[in-house]
Antibody, heavy 121, light 107 residues
Framework: EVQLVESGGGLEQPGRSLRLSCAAS????????MHWVRQAPGKGLEWVSG????????VYADSVKGRFTISRDNAKNSLYLQMNGLRPEDTALYYC??????????????WGQGTLVTASS | DIQMTQSPSSLSASVGDRVIITCRAS??????LNWYQQKPGKAPKLLIYTAASLQSGVPSRFSGSGSGTDFTLTISSLHTEDFATYYCQQSYSTPLTFGGGTKVQIK
């Protein structure tokens, strides 16, 4: 059974940093791209960032480019999102999602339950 | 960036109704279109990938069609458990983008 478990969310002041983690199990982690998708309270889905199976391709939404860094550790079956320079508009539930293929395109066939990030003073 | 526009943004329907949701891309995306279902307090679930392929385990009352810029998600006969919000997503190019969602409510 595929499982994705996010952690690391919380309340942080604007301008500060948070690091999200996603522990994956139930599939061959280093065969697939991984992504972060967020959802602001009461709003729709917004793709944030994706990383290919071997970290050779990394892509970001314009809204987070230069502030967020995605990474993965295939030895630990883990995905990360380093969030620097937090802004109030980054407040959202952050989902870890498994890509349907090895590259950064494609859809998302499994999702975690999300970790809530609140950027507020 | 490719913009995805869904319509309607919400609809009311009864159990047994046929429901059609449309999604339009701002440029051609071939068949690189996916559909998701999200229930309150839950993570999204993949229903349809590459416009018309049913994800494993998804009931056959769900179907997708279209190519280029215009796509539809059809629920042939609405069940109680289908009341949810549905999103389309293009996987043609990054940044990957979603439609604004369609909330299917009980009439």
């Amino acid at each position: 059974e595929v499982q994705l478990v996010e952690s690391g969310g919380g309340l942080e002041q604007p301008g500060r940093s948070l690091r999200l983690s996603c522990a994956a199990s139930g599939f061959i982690f280093d065969d697939y791209a991984m992504h972060w998708v967020r959802q602001a309270p009461g709003k729709g889905l917004e793709w944030v960032s994706g990383v290919s199976w071997n970290s050779g391709s990394i892509v970001y939404a314009d809204s987070v480019k230069g502030r967020f860094t995605i990474s993965r550790d295939n030895a630990k079956n883990s995905l990360y999102l380093q969030m620097n320079g937090l802004r109030p508009e980054d407040t959202a539930l952050y989902y870890c999602a498994k890509g349907t293929g090895s590259s950064t395109g494609g859809g998302f066939d499994y999702w975690g339950q999300g970790t809530l990030v609140t950027a507020s003073s | 960036d490719i913009q995805m526009t869904q319509s309607p943004s919400s609809l009311s329907a009864s159990v047994g109704d046929r429901v059609i949701i449309t999604c339009r891309a701002s440029q051609s995306i071939s068949s690189y279109l996916n559909w998701y279902q999200q229930k309150p307090g839950k993570a999204p679930k993949l229903l349809i990938y590459t416009a018309a392929s049913l994800q494993s385990g998804v009931p056959s009352r769900f179907s997708g069609s279209g190519s280029g810029t215009d796509f539809t998600l059809t629920i042939s006969s609405l069940h109680t458990e289908d009341f949810a919000t549905y999103y389309c997503q293009q996987s043609y190019s990054t940044p990957l983008t979603f439609g604004g969602g369609t909330k299917v409510q009980i009439k």
